[in-house]
């Protein structure tokens, strides 16, 4: 009789009897675990695979070249614990067979357990395992896996390749963990799905070169209070008048005059003032000058866009 035949009746026989320790089924297991011929290793696991622990089957398994090692997961798989099938795939396997693992058995395996079989792929491969499992993932854990585990020059690409599994929140995330650079294309492609308070916040966390361009993205989706922040806050000093002009429109008098007299270098303030005048009272330039000494041309520009009278009460503000 066949070497296998006899083991399966052996192991059927005494699974049914529940025989003690030491019984003809486990001589035979033992037997069978010291066996090193690949394709009887995989006839085994496929005939007998269901009278074998999980521990027992991890151990033929492993004697299995690296090359036929998931061949003898897949045949076993419905016998093996999620956490043995862990531990093969992230100890036991190269990094070609750990990918196809991942996609023959991702809904075998916790998020958690996936998350650190990412962290032992090679960087520059984890763009490719992500695409072998992306339907074990959801909005919020797809989000964590790209913010976490794909490379930073990789992030961007795959945020736009799965944009329409990710919700705004998970975009935000990932959005804030991508380069400047590209933070700026992110912006002007999602503004419209991002909250204004967590465009705000993208904002104020980008290197200072980048915050102008930032802005002038998505003023239009931004509170008056969060556009004077930044300006006062977050632009470059050389291009806070730039930035105020840009987003002028959008602000009310108050805030333009606070963000001139606070915000604007002494040397500019003249030319912020003759540039927004349309946008501003006397009363309200009289509050910005009134620590200043301004130019005789200064008040001869402005009073084209004043009557005389109202110019009259700044000419105390001539050096």
Known sequence: MNFFVKLKNILFKNKTKRLPSESDTEKVIKLALKEKNPDRILEILNNTGYSLTSSEITSLIENLPISKRVSGMKVAKRYITPYDLFELINKKLDTNNKIIALEEFQNQLDLYDIYTIFDNLPP?????????CIDRFDSVSLGEMIKLYIPLVERADNLYKYEELIDSYSKVDIIKKILPKETLTALEKYKNEISHNNIADII?????????EALNICYDKLTMNEIRDIIMYNIPEFQKLKALKCCAEKLNISIITDIIKYSISENEKEYAILDLADLLDISHIEEIVQDLKVSSVFLEVLSTKFVKDDIKSLKSFVS
């Not at 520059?124 to 072998?132: G, N, V």
């Not at 104020?204 to 102008?212: D, E, G, H, R, V």
């Open 204 to 212: 104020t966390n980008l290197p200072s070169n980048n915050t102008f």
């Open 124 to 132: 520059d491969k984890r763009t490719e395992s992500l695409e072998k």
